[in-house]
């Protein structure tokens, strides 16, 4: 945090950044962290050693279970604890068949924070979390289903906007805090999707938020283990470069995922034309022809992170893609967002 701590040491850049202090004491006590800063779970990137990274560098790093088994998941958390001392977070999919399972086994290494994501946290789950001790975060799409979960035991709120990368859902975070920001203050909220730089950063938390989730920086850092070609994409693509995947026809919903533009989104949508020509000839039941547009992503996401096929794979981005320049450490990283919340207040008070 050299940066950092130097401008910190200078009369208006002290005082700025005890303000930022206080604007996200909240989401720092919560998290247990020195910054509020906390990464989105992203599949075959957030593993043990970015998540260790981000949380020895005072962040809060969170491993992506996906769609790990419980056995495979207890030897990720013991393998990142033995990384950090710092507290962390694990990501479960609340769709998973074996959730239960997932859920006892992060419990029983004494994991400090549990993410249930992809839908309504099963009751069960929720009384599990609740019942150890640990706490509880969700992601909330709207302020009525915000409101809903922290009656039923959430402990903190991440709302993520559309210019997220990966699965998103139809509404911008600029419209969200709006919605949510000002009427729930029950819990911490954190604000996620598009995000890369401090200032922005800054302007959700004097909203209200407690602070903030990032992914695609991180997932281009120095300490990710994505594939080098997966990293240059990042640093070469433009925001505009990042887009939804497009649904063809409304009787074969498609889950929008945001991505890089590549030749495997171009093939995407052939494949949708072809299987929609054979569904109509009568050569595929519904059943089988939405199958065959769900299958076609089968292991694309590997693809690109670990094999580096940047091309056919899936190379789910954010929009802030545009502000990956270079690929960073997570310490440079962090530090940068740090300083320019604090440069930005510092210059308020100038």
């Known amino acids: 945090m050299t940066d950092v701590t130097v401008q910190a040491g200078t009369g208006s850049h002290a005082a700025a950044r005890a303000a930022l202090d206080r604007l996200w004491a909240r989401g720092r006590a919560f998290l247990g962290t020195e910054f509020a800063i906390l990464a989105g779970a992203m599949s075959w990137v957030s593993e043990r050693n ?13 491993i992506a279970c996906g769609a790990m088994g419980p056995d495979l998941l207890a030897r990720e958390i013991a393998a990142t604890q033995a990384l950090t001392q710092k507290p962390f977070g694990v990501n479960l999919i609340t769709m998973h068949p074996q959730l239960d399972d997932l859920v006892r086994v992060t419990l029983e290494a004494g994991v400090s924070h549990v993410v249930l994501a992809g839908g309504i946290p099963p009751g069960a789950a929720v009384r599990a979390v609740k019942d150890s001790g640990a706490r509880l975060v969700a992601f909330a799409p709207a302020l009525v289903l915000a409101k809903r979960l922290v009656r039923s035991g959430a402990d903190a709120i991440i709302i993520e906007g559309s210019e997220a990368g990966g699965h998103i859902g139809p509404v911008s975070l600029t419209v969200l805090a709006q919605e949510i920001l000002p009427h729930l203050r029950d819990v911490p909220i954190f604000v996620a999707g598009g995000l890369g730089r401090g200032e922005a950063i800054l302007s959700y938390l004097e909203m209200g938020a407690a602070g903030a989730q990032l992914g695609t920086r991180f997932a281009a850092s120095a300490e990710s283990i994505a594939h080098d070609n997966f990293k ?5 693509a433009n925001a505009r470069d990042a887009l939804p995947s497009i649904q063809l026809d409304e009787r074969f919903p498609v889950i929008p995922v945001r991505g890089l533009v590549n030749a495997g989104t171009r093939k995407f949508l052939e494949h949708q034309a072809e299987t929609l020509r054979r569904f109509q000839s009568g050569e595929l039941t519904r059943e089988s022809a939405q199958l065959a547009i769900e299958h076609f992503w089968a292991g694309a996401l590997r693809r690109a992170v670990i094999d580096g096929d940047v091309e056919n794979g899936s ?14 450490t997570i310490p440079e990283i962090i530090a940068e967002l740090v300083d320019q919340a604090v440069t930005a207040l510092a210059l308020r008070a100038a």
């Open 50 to 62: 970015l998540v260790a990274a981000i949380s020895n560098a005072g962040g809060f790093g969170v």
């Open 232 to 236: 240059r994409a990042f640093v070469r």
């Open 315 to 328: 190379v789910m981005a954010g929009q802030s893609v545009g502000m990956v320049t270079a690929v960073q």
